[in-house]
């Protein structure tokens, strides 16, 4: 039998990148960073999972094209952090309370995580534009080179 640690270990990165997954999905039809959420997803079954290491240098790429066009869009960056804050309420009001169908710390949890991974991926996205636009500008001040 493999070790019980291991065995968990591997279990707790399954339901987290599954959960992380999920939100992604979701955000692929809401607005939102769908696709980054995703690749943060593919990062996490990295630590467990061969394929998803495989997968995580094309995912990175894509993420980043995606965090660009979230990020130079206002609506979609505004639409994406409502949605994250709204998750994080939500995902307190099931943790403490019993008014909604399924509430519980789990699900609570999940639905909080899912809301923190859209802001944050929302932040990596205006931190990718920002270093962009900041080289862009670099490069615009710099003198030609004389021959």
Same mark, same amino acid.
């Given at each position: 039998?493999?070790?019980?640690?291991?065995?968990? +270990?591997?279990?707790? &990165?399954?339901? &987290?990148?599954?959960?992380?997954? @999920?939100?992604?999905?979701?955000?692929?039809?809401? !607005?939102? !960073?769908?696709? #980054? &959420?995703?690749?943060?997803?593919?990062?996490?079954?990295?630590?467990?999972?061969?394929?998803?290491?495989?997968?995580?240098?094309?995912?990175r790429? %894509?993420?980043?094209?995606?965090?660009?066009? $979230?990020? $130079?869009?206002?609506?979609? $960056?505004?639409?994406?952090? #409502?949605?994250?804050? @709204?998750?994080?309420?939500?995902g /307190?009001? #099931?943790?403490? *309370?019993?008014?909604? !169908?399924?509430? /519980?710390?789990?699900?609570?949890?999940? &639905?909080?995580?899912?809301? %923190? $991974?859209?802001?944050? *991926?929302? %932040?990596?996205?205006f931190?990718?534009?920002?270093?962009?636009?900041?080289?862009?500008?670099?490069?615009?001040?710099? !003198?030609?080179?004389? +021959?």
């Amino acid at each position: 039998m493999k070790n019980p640690v291991l065995l968990l +270990r591997r279990i707790a &990165v399954t339901v &987290v990148g599954t959960v992380i997954l @999920a939100v992604g999905l979701v955000l692929l039809a809401a !607005p939102g !960073p769908g696709i #980054l &959420v995703i690749v943060l997803a593919v990062a996490v079954f990295a630590v467990e999972y061969q394929w998803a290491r495989r997968r995580l240098v094309d995912a990175r790429a %894509l993420a980043r094209s995606a965090a660009e066009k $979230t990020a $130079t869009n206002r609506i979609a $960056t505004a639409t994406a952090v #409502l949605f994250g804050l @709204a998750s994080i309420g939500l995902g /307190g009001v #099931l943790i403490f *309370t019993d008014v909604l !169908p399924l509430s /519980g710390a789990g699900t609570g949890a999940g &639905v909080a995580f899912g809301g %923190l $991974t859209v802001l944050v *991926t929302t %932040l990596y996205g205006f931190r990718e534009v920002r270093q962009a636009q900041r080289a862009t500008s670099a490069a615009r001040e710099q !003198p030609p080179a004389h +021959r």
